[in-house]
């Protein structure tokens, strides 16, 4: 099997769900862990695929991109209930080119914009008005000037080396189908037992 044809057989999957109108059908749990494999995981949002990977973003300060400096491996998992579908994905994680980062970040709602220059995502907020004080602020610095992009502010790429489609069938008779990559752009395929 090839690249495309896992990257089509997930776009089906997507495009089932997205028809499901869920309120947030992007969302993933993505999974990291410490050099030392303390794991962790949450929900972001998926930002765009293809047969280079799938992208999310984050501030570089984030527990999360803390922890994919020092480990870059990490897991995804999609839950569709409504369309009785999962999806796992694993492997390498690299940072997105600034290019990249920038048309994505200019593409965002100004709040949005402002939002990631203010946040100092993932520390201590030491007195309750401190974050809206800080969206006072840039809301002012940037007025109606266009906003750059932070240095601190960019995204990451999860290239797959292992895809799981999970179909919900009844009596727990579920099918599994796990892709693992070979080399460069083969993919050895096998069902196995839910």
Same mark, same amino acid.
């Given at each position: 099997?090839? *690249? ?9 999957? #997507? ?7 869920? $309120?947030?059908? *992007?969302?993933?749990?993505? !999974? @990291?862990? *410490?050099?030392?494999? /303390? ?18 973003? @984050?501030?570089?300060? &984030? =527990?999360? !991109? ?5 480990? $870059? ?9 409504? *369309? ?23 593409? /965002? ?8 220059? !203010? &946040? ?13 004080? =800080? ?9 109606? &000037? ?5 240095? #601190?502010?960019?995204?990451? /790429? ?12 009844? #009596? /727990? ?20 037992? $839910?």
């Amino acid at each position: 099997m090839k *690249t495309t044809e896992i990257i089509k057989n997930f776009q089906t999957y #997507f495009e089932e769900f997205q028809k499901a109108d869920h $309120p947030e059908p *992007t969302a993933m749990s993505l !999974a @990291t862990s *410490t050099k030392s494999g /303390r794991p962790s995981s949450r929900i972001v949002l998926l930002k765009s695929f293809d047969e280079r990977g799938f992208v999310f973003y @984050t501030n570089f300060t &984030s =527990r999360k !991109a803390q922890q994919l400096e020092e480990n $870059p491996f990490a897991a995804l998992t999609f839950f569709w209930n409504e *369309t009785s579908r999962q999806v796992r994905i694993e492997g390498a994680v690299e940072k997105v080119s600034d290019e990249e980062a920038d048309a994505y970040f200019a593409s /965002r709602a100004r709040k949005s914009q402002i939002g990631a220059w !203010a &946040s100092k995502q993932s520390s201590e907020i030491e007195h309750s008005l401190d974050f809206e004080k =800080r969206i006072a602020k840039y809301t002012l610095k940037f007025g109606l &000037s266009k906003i750059p992009r932070p240095e #601190f502010w960019g995204g990451f /790429r999860l290239k797959p080396d292992l895809v799981e489609f999970w179909v919900k069938k009844d #009596f /727990r008779l579920h099918e599994r189908t796990v892709h693992t990559l070979l080399s460069g752009n083969e993919w050895a395929t096998k069902k196995i037992y $839910p």
